[in-house]
């Protein structure tokens, strides 16, 4: 009986002896990850709290994913329909998808300064 309890004391210290180790291993992988998701999503601290256009908005979010794209609070902008924000005619008239009743249609400056949209002037 006393080669079998050698025996199951001595199998036991080699089970249990690894168990240190092997703990340790696990958390140094654990604390790698961590780094390795750190260093992954630095790129999107930099747009946190920013309103950015809408395909950048979907790359990020194919990217790094919704969660944490709104945990960084980032927002997609509205794009406004009736104007591409800048003025034509020298300042005397606004690019517009369409002209309000008040204006009408420069065509001298709509095709080289608005593009799709019409250059409407004041009458």
Not at 16 to 42: F, H, M
Not at 53 to 82: D, E, H, N, Q, S
Not at 99 to 105: D, G, L, N
Request: include cysteine; proline fraction near 3%.
């Amino acid at each position: 009986m006393e080669r079998k309890s050698f025996l199951s004391v001595f199998f036991i210290v080699l089970l249990v002896s690894p168990a240190s180790i092997l703990a340790k291993t696990i958390k140094e992988e654990g604390e790698t990850r961590n780094k390795r998701q750190a260093q992954i999503l630095l790129p999107i601290a930099s747009y946190a709290g920013l309103t950015v256009t809408a395909p950048v908005f979907a790359a990020l979010v194919a990217a790094y994913g919704i969660y944490a794209v709104t945990r960084y609070a980032i927002r997609k902008t509205r794009i406004v329909m009736y104007s591409d924000s800048h003025s034509c005619a020298n300042n005397r008239g606004w690019c517009r998808e369409s002209c309000f009743s008040h204006e009408y249609t420069d065509w001298a400056n709509t095709f080289g300064v608005c593009g799709s949209y019409f250059c409407c002037r004041p009458y």
